[in-house]
């Protein structure tokens, strides 16, 4: 197979590609919300005991790993994935690394020069911490509702993070003023992104979620190239 632009071979000629991908896999026994229903993920056929066929199962909720949230998903009449721009996450985008153990505060985002329409996906402690387990770590680094609002002044298009939700996993309240500051303002949010082998700077992302009708969110899979 002939290789594709900015691609090498690997030993074995497996296809080396630039780009990384930042999605949690879906498995079984993978991490989740803990008041969300747990993702039922099973081989319900398999060609090596007998059936003519490999079949998974899937019973998942719209937040089920990588996902993008819709405003729908906290604002009453927001618009649903279905409705986001089939564009929206798709373009260059910006990796920042947050060094705050708690929470990315506005504070540290003001030497960016966050520009409008940037796509900022936010690499933190949790890239290093939190994925030698499948369980729930509830004190993961989260976007504080000053940072939510600092991003809604620049009036970015996307804002991603390196856990399973954007806001606090602690605290309700500020969970739900971050999310209700960003996707108020129709601000898409990416959320359960890998960024542990992805260097901090500008990049090209590509994310697409699955066409949920009316759904408040839905699962993606995300790539992105650093430039």
């Not at 999605?23 to 081989?43: A, F, T, V």
Request: charged share 25%.
């Amino acid at each position: 197979m002939a290789k594709g632009k900015g691609a090498s071979l690997k030993k074995g000629g497996t296809p080396k590609s630039e780009w990384i991908d930042i999605s949690w896999p879906l498995h079984k026994g993978m991490r989740y919300w803990p008041q969300d229903e747990p993702p039922k993920i099973e081989r319900i056929l398999q060609r090596s005991k007998g059936d003519r066929t490999d079949l998974y199962g899937l019973t998942i909720i719209s937040h089920t790993g990588t996902h993008i949230d819709a405003p729908l998903h906290f604002i009453p009449d927001g618009l649903t994935i279905d409705a986001m721009p089939i564009d929206a996450i798709m373009g260059p985008a910006r990796v920042i690394e947050s060094k705050d153990p708690v929470s990315v505060k506005a504070e540290e985002l003001v030497p960016y020069s966050i520009q409008p329409g940037e796509r900022i996906l936010f690499k933190t402690q949790n890239s290093y911490k939190l994925y030698d387990t499948d369980k729930f770590i509830e004190d993961y680094v989260y976007v504080s509702p000053e940072a939510a609002h600092f991003l809604k002044d620049k009036k970015v298009s996307v804002v991603g993070l390196d856990y399973i939700a954007l806001g606090s996993g602690t605290d309700k309240d500020k969970n739900v003023e971050a999310h209700q500051t960003l996707l108020g303002s129709g601000i898409w949010i990416l959320e359960a992104i890998n960024l542990s082998g992805v260097r901090p700077g500008p990049c090209e992302l590509i994310c697409l979620p699955l066409r949920l009708e009316h759904g408040d969110a839905a699962p993606a899979r995300a790539i992105v190239r650093p430039l």
